[in-house]
């Protein structure tokens, strides 16, 4: 291997395109096609978005599903669904998309950050008894990277305080638990199907649940308000236009069958990525839970320690990798306790919590220290893999260390 790297002038070591996203065929051109010469293009008239509503509940183990315009909204809609009213305290991680938090700051609750784990980056379930008050109703976990939390865990701590589930599952499609698919183990599920996403039409969301009372909920609610039964103009509950068109569903419908298809070459590219960098100094992967029957895979994390890379920045770690031609990669989350945003939201609306008194060492790290590879790298082969190792081995050489 030449020693010399991309960034100073060498030889890149990886030099083929990685696999496009997103992806799409003629399976795609003839649902869009059906739709426009239907002239059915809402979901009032249509059924594409029925279709695939069934579709994917039924993938997802759950027994209800209702498409929404954003995986934001699908958040938002499961907390309206669950009543959860301004000033009510919902726990959750620090250590995600700021949806997340900006879904419960909209409804008028509060956002309660519990730090995550350092091995699996997800909601660490030995402080959430901790945070909880006689002010929470829910906690919202996130299956960060597609890595179910424990919900056998999470479940007994909610069942044993009274509290309310909402998993975010946006990154989540076809994880399992236990053999048990994630979104309908909890309360509610919300997904997400934006251009990133391992199922995607652009944008796109969906919120799932094996209750029937929050289904009819989630069905009013994203309906302006109308019952089922009752007349068009008749609205029982404060709801908005939450329904997706048509052209969305008819791509979504195809593309699911194609996610089933990537499942078993994302994770067989993972587990080999992960052998090889298990025993490597300086990149550690997140360890595999025998319990996650079903990875979603949506990125493939490891920690970055700079005193392996001559104490060299993760942002310059970054650069160099890129340059030997590992592009789909990217530094990841800015803890959202530390997020401006949030913590101008919080101090307006909510004075009393004070984020700048709130320490969470372990996502403060993540923020600092962690690097994504983007799932369609794991769509690639055996060799995409192999280079990604060779090109961080080579890195860790030129930068001087033995």
């Known amino acids: 291997m030449n020693s010399q790297l991309a960034i100073d002038g060498g030889k890149p070591t990886h030099t083929t395109p990685w696999h496009p996203w997103p992806i799409f065929d003629e399976n795609e051109e003839k649902n869009l096609l059906d739709v426009l010469h239907s002239g059915k293009w809402s979901e009032l008239t249509g059924e594409y978005v029925h279709k695939f509503e069934k579709a994917f509940a039924d993938f997802q183990h759950a027994r209800y599903g209702f498409c929404v315009p954003n995986g934001t909204l699908a958040l938002e809609l499961s907390l309206r669904a669950l009543n959860i009213r301004p000033g009510d305290e919902v ?32 909601l660490n379930l030995n402080q959430i008894e901790n945070a909880i008050t006689e002010k929470t109703k829910a906690i919202v976990p996130v299956h960060l990277a597609g890595r179910p939390v424990d919900m056998d865990r999470l479940l007994k701590i909610a069942r044993d305080y009274k509290l309310h589930v909402i998993e975010d599952a946006c990154q ?19 997904f997400s199907f934006q251009l990133g996403k391992n199922l995607t039409a652009g944008e796109g969301g969906m919120v799932i649940t094996n209750n029937s009372e929050l289904a009819d909920r989630c069905w009013s609610i994203k309906n302006v308000g109308r019952s089922r039964t009752g007349a068009w103009y008749e609205h029982f509950l404060i709801g908005a236009n939450l329904r997706l068109p048509e052209w969305e569903a008819a791509i979504l419908l195809a593309q699911l069958n194609r996610l089933i298809q990537h499942i078993p070459i994302r994770e067989d590219n993972a587990r080999y990525l992960s052998t090889l960098f298990t025993n490597f100094p300086g990149l550690t992967p997140v360890p595999d839970d025998p319990h996650i029957t079903s990875h979603g895979r949506h990125l493939f994390i490891l920690r970055y320690h700079p005193e392996y890379f001559g104490n060299k920045s993760r942002q310059d770690f970054l650069a ?46 993540a923020g600092q220290d962690t690097i994504w590879i983007n799932q369609n790298a794991l769509l690639g082969s055996h060799e995409d893999m192999d280079h990604i190792f060779e090109a961080a081995v080579k890195i860790q050489k030129a930068w001087g260390y033995k």
Do not use: Q
């Open 320 to 365: 160099a990798f890129r340059a030997e031609g590992i592009s789909p990669v990217s530094a990841g989350y800015i803890p959202l306790h530390r997020s401006p945003a949030v913590m101008n939201a919080m101090r307006a609306d909510h004075p009393e919590y004070d984020l700048s008194k709130v320490v969470l060492p372990v996502a403060e790290s």
């Open 91 to 122: 726990i959750t991680t620090p250590y995600t998309f700021i949806a997340t938090t900006t879904t419960i700051l909209t409804v008028g609750a509060v956002p309660v950050y519990v730090d995550i784990d350092p091995f699996t980056f997800n």
């Open 172 to 190: 989540a499609w076809g994880a399992e638990w236990k053999g048990k698919r994630v979104g309908a183990l909890g309360d509610l599920g919300a």
